[in-house]
């Protein structure tokens, strides 16, 4: 057997294993040694170790193997052989020696009875598993730390951590990895051994470290169980995943503000928002996005957790904004689905797209107005204008621009979602202006093609063209008295009926010549066959002198009662 790198106490040379001759000290041999060795067994320090004990002829007389527990004891003080104590001094864990004791350093003249004849030299095959002295502290090294660093953990603090558990020497005795679930903790009450209470103070979330604990730092001269041995020095690879105080509320940060916030959200407040949710060590749990499609609801009314109620409030328009959710503000104990754990922080990066009050009325905002404006708009007027329609965060839907031609519309006539029909009252031509319409006088919570549920509408509109409507319920109007004999007149070939071909005709002739006009339309043709359908009665293609008189007196009716 090759014993590698001999080294000899107090003697030059060894004539040969099989006899090396009267020693005056121990025999070491380093056969293998560790590429990193963190200390050197040193007089007063404590030690795990394994051990066979044989004669110069092989024989065992003893084996901490054989008894499936590790040697642990002081060196230096007395409590091993003397040889022991000499040929364990300066070893590292992991490192693997042969001693060879002469009796002199073993048991001597006397032995052990049953066990070690007097005058024996003893052979010893020792690993070293652990080193540690009553007055090592706790040693931490970090391994990775993020750069954003808000936060740090601190007594009383609940923590989620991952962690892999090993002993000195690389023996594994635990992990949560293996659980699939974070170990989760107060740090500095007393739940945790007190080298990890320790360890796990000033970290970051998303830290990762390696905690190295002394046996009084942990288990101590019981042990755990039967993974970790009496005495015995813990080494801890510790991720921390997310922490927080029982006594936390959410936390905000402003990630980006409007140049302008006229109005900030509050409680009753349908607000329509995007957003990236994540847990402290940035795993994504849930993201609007990846749905293409808000997320609405009311603030302040239960209908979400708490922490996002109290981090809605007072949001503006376009704001982009971080809300830091404790667990006892957000999901708790029992997290949620498989995505969110118990007792995780949440965070959320959200992006106020718009918000409203089911009493919100339509907003105005008159940019220019020309000087001498005495006539404007009202209801069943026809006018034609330019406009931009946008959500609030700029996003852009509609414009006439885009067609080339001006909008055109029958104010009052339902042409026209009502808030824009509103905020096109009492215009003048030339007239510019924004209107701010809420959803419920737009196009409600199911929206329309190209436009979202539960959305604010911003128009820019310019009026072009405005001509005067006619009264409510009229189609046509005689700016003087109407001819004696109308029927008589509309019958343009006497033959005592009146087609369609007629009417229009004679309904052409009347504009043209001034008499009267019909309600202001993109499209009078279609208003002048309208007109006919409401005094063909019996619809069947004709218009008889009894159906025109029945209207005419009907309408007389309606007048008077007008007036």
Known sequence: MAWGSLLLLGLLAAPGLGDPGPLEDVVIDRYYIPKTCAREVQMGDFIRYHYNGTFKDGKKFDSSYDRGATVAGVVGVGRLITGMDRGLQGMCVNERRHLIVPPHLGYGSIGVAGMIPPDATLYFDVIMLDIWNKEDKLQITTLHKPERCNRTVENSDFVRYHYNGTLLDGTHFDSSYSKDSTYDTYVGTGWLIKGMDEGLLGMCAGEKRRIIIPPFLAYGEKGYGTVIPPQASLVFDVLLVDLHNPKDGISLEHLELPASCKRKAVTGDFVRYHYNGTLMDGTLFDSSYSRNHTYDTYIGKGYVIPGMDQGLQGVCFGEKRRIVVPPHLGYGENGAGNKIPGSAVLIFDIHVIDFHNPL??????????PEGCNVTTQNRDFVRYHY???????????????YNHPQEATLGTSKVIDGLNTGLLNMCVGEKRVIVIPPHLGHGENGARGVPGSAVLRFEVELLFREEGVPEGYLFIWHGDPPANLYEDMDLNKDGEIPPEEFSTFIKAQLAEGKGRLM???????????????????QDGKITAEELKLKSDEDQERIHEEL
């Open 360 to 369: 919100d009325l339509v907003e105005i905002e008159t940019l220019s107005r």
């Open 520 to 538: 202001p339309s993109s499209d009078p043709e279609t208003v002048i066959a309208d007109m006919f359908q409401n005094q063909d009665r019996n």
């Open 388 to 402: 931009n329609c946008s959500l609030l965060d700029g996003t852009k839907l509609f414009s006439s621009h885009d």
